[in-house]
């Protein structure tokens, strides 16, 4: 079974703080993505890299920056996190073109007070 | 701008019955379409997918309808079942396949 696990369930930090959010995938996918998931707003992709220190933004990039320096890894970084960073992030993983089933990690519930 | 589009915010179904899904897009280079099933406090989870060659795709329960003229796609799932209360999400990918657009989902509540 492939498996994508995220660092954190749940998390809470301060305004301005700098937060790390972390995601493994276990079977080799060569692309991931991140995802923010808000009431009404449905599922909206941050960032998502198809290859080992490629990165391409998606539709909500601001504020926001990732790191794939294994292929394995995936990482999300509010470089100073704000109140309207409060969401659900998930991780997600495929194997690449062609193949377009996502995977997705349990999600964490990221609160900025 | 929304690309991709589910107007229900919610449905309401007895047990037994037939849940119908519905799903909106507006790009027509989107060429592969999915549904994900997500239960509270757990990541969303891949149910069945359509390709735009195909107008029909079923598997057990579950069977997409895809009409390209009407950018519209549905959920089927006969017989509906408690277990199947969650909050369903379409999703749509053009030909490079890189890239998802998700709806915002419906709710299901399936009432035993």
């Known amino acids: 079974d492939v498996k994508v696990t995220q660092s954190s369930r749940y998390l809470v930090k301060r305004t301005g703080e700098k937060v790390f959010l972390e995601c493994v995938q276990d079977m080799d996918h060569e692309n991931m993505f991140w995802y923010r998931q808000d009431p009404g707003l449905g599922l909206r992709l941050i960032y998502f890299s198809y290859d080992v220190k490629m990165k391409e933004k998606g539709d909500i990039p601001e504020g926001y920056s990732v790191s794939r320096e294994k292929k394995e890894r995936f990482s999300l970084i509010l470089e100073s996190a704000s109140t309207n960073q409060t969401s659900m992030y998930l991780c997600?993983?495929?194997?690449?073109?062609?193949?377009?089933?996502?995977?997705f990690g349990p999600g964490t519930r990221l609160t900025v007070t | 701008d929304q690309q991709v589009k589910q107007n229900s915010p919610s449905l309401s179904v007895q047990e037994g019955r037939i849940s119908i899904l519905n799903c909106d897009y507006t790009n027509s280079m989107f060429d592969y379409f999915l549904w994900y099933k997500k239960y509270p406090a757990e990541g969303p989870t891949f149910l069945i997918s359509i390709s735009s060659i195909k107008d029909k795709n079923e598997d057990g329960r579950f069977t997409v309808f895809l009409n390209k003229s009407a950018k519209h796609l549905s959920l089927h799932i006969v017989p509906s079942q408690p277990g199947d209360s969650a909050v369903y999400f379409c999703a749509a990918s053009a030909r490079t396949g890189n890239q998802f657009y998700f709806g915002t989902g419906t709710s299901l509540t399936v009432i035993p």
């Open positions: 997600a993983s495929t194997t690449g073109a062609g193949n377009y089933e996502q995977y």
